[in-house]
């Protein structure tokens, strides 16, 4: 069983920036991909970015392209989502899940084993 809690969603103004932060416990995720998903009201969960294990591979919904970046940090454990412009309609809460799976990144929520329990995102006008 693994763990991950998520921290450092809050309310921001548009334009203004956020790091959030993912932080695995128990077993190992060792060689696996890492993705952020969000989900606003009435809405599907959507992709937002995910990375590899060693962090040289990246892929980014079209929405966030060129705002977001994700990294890690494999010895803490820790996954970032640096969200910079913030816009209004990035108000969502925030989930980081964990993909064991081989292959490439993955951009559908169904090949996410792990989820967290989610960070809320409001950005206002």
């Known amino acids: 069983q693994v763990q991950l809690v998520e921290s450092g969603g809050g309310l921001v103004q548009a334009g203004g920036s956020l790091r959030l932060s993912c932080v695995s416990s128990?077993?190992?995720?060792?060689?696996?991909?890492m993705g952020w998903f969000r989900q606003a009201p009435g809405k599907e969960r959507e992709f937002v970015a995910a990375?590899?294990?060693?962090?040289?591979?990246?892929s980014f919904a079209d929405s966030v392209k060129g705002r977001f970046t994700i990294s890690r940090d494999n010895s803490k454990s820790t996954v970032y989502l640096q969200m910079n412009s913030l816009k209004p309609e990035d108000t969502a809460v925030y989930y980081c899940?964990?993909?064991?799976?081989?292959?490439?990144?993955?951009?559908?929520?169904?090949?996410?084993?792990?989820w967290g329990q989610g960070t809320q995102v409001t950005v206002s006008l």
């Open positions: 990375i590899t294990w060693s962090g040289g591979s990246t």
């Open positions: 899940a964990a993909d064991t799976t081989p292959g490439g990144l993955a951009r559908v929520a169904k090949w996410y084993k792990d």
């Open positions: 128990g077993r190992t995720l060792s060689g696996s991909k």
